[in-house]
């Protein structure tokens, strides 16, 4: 293959909002790499989500006035929009996370957080009263058996019924980020929403935590990132940076350009990506178990991408055959006129 096919190819690739999509994954799954360091030092859960947002809120302000360019109606036109996903789609689904994780395993916690694609298309189902293609369920028993696998959530495993509704309502405000995120919006850059709302979420976090809802415990040790030992600040630099500023950003690009549905199931690579992060910086090696999880993840996205582009397909070839009808609504040959009939004069 050339190099322009190649790089035409990536572009391409770029352009669907796929590769954008599993960059945004990859960052945000750093996120528990670079917490798990923190919090082995003594921060607490509250203290790491409130300076993570804090910080990525900060950063984006600045750009997000430059993209605004003084149209401060913006804000004003989509103060709601803002306002829910900072409080849903950021404060809230981090807050029952962390209450659920207080109650359960990790690993069932994020399991049902990540009930969220199944969810949407439960919700898609019930909203349009047509059932899912064959396609995307097959996709969604992947990604869901994969992500099982991933998780490795073999052995004796905490069940609370309280935690488990905490753990749900995580996944519901999963699939409020998702909608929110991908609704077509021409005027709400992706910039601004992530600094809005990434802002309205750290307000949040910091009132809980003065409420005494949440423990507010900060820490000045050395981390340990792989065979290194760093500064505490280089741990909250990548949870903030990596996993928030990029993260978000990211994923409302490809959210926008995907739609919630083929989003919120790309997003299921994040548990994968995750786990390499573990490995490379915590030195926590997955199994093989969950390498094949990893793949069935995999699977399953592709199965509901092809299916999404197949409906699209089907529905613009019926767009354009619908609009050849009505250009041409009576292409039979015209009645012959007198005019027609007349011999031609010599």
Known sequence: MSAPTTKADAKSFLASGL????FSSAVFGT??????SMLETGWSPGAAVAVRLTG??????????????????????????ILLFGLIGVAGCQLFYFNAVARLSVGVALLLEYLAPVMIVLWLWIAS????RALTAAGALLSLGGLVLVLDLTGAVKVDFVGVLWG?????????????????????????LASGGLLVGALVMWLVGLLGLLPMTFSTADTTLGPWTTPWWVSAVGLIILATV???????MAARSLGSKVASFVSLTEVLFAVIWAWLLLGELPGPIQ????????GGVVLVRVDELRGDRRATLAGQEAARVLDHPNDVEPVPTGRDTEAPRG
């Not at 990525?56 to 929009?81: C, E, F, M, S």
């Not at 077509?184 to 850059?189: C, F, K």
Request: charged share 15%; proline share 5%.
């Open 129 to 132: 009263r047509r059932r899912p």
């Open 19 to 22: 590769g954008i999509a599993l």
């Open 168 to 192: 749900m309502a995580a996944a519901v405000c999963l699939v409020i980020y998702f909608f929110i995120t991908a609704k077509e919006n021409d005027t709400l850059p992706p910039l601004v």
């Open 291 to 298: 390498l094949l999880g990893g793949l069935l993840i995999v």
């Open 246 to 252: 990029l993260a978000y950003v990211s994923g409302i």
């Open 31 to 36: 996120s528990g790499s670079f917490a798990k």
């Open 56 to 81: 990525a809120a900060l950063i984006l302000v600045i750009p997000a006035v430059v993209v605004l360019r003084g149209r401060w109606h913006q804000l004003k036109d989509n103060w709601l929009t």
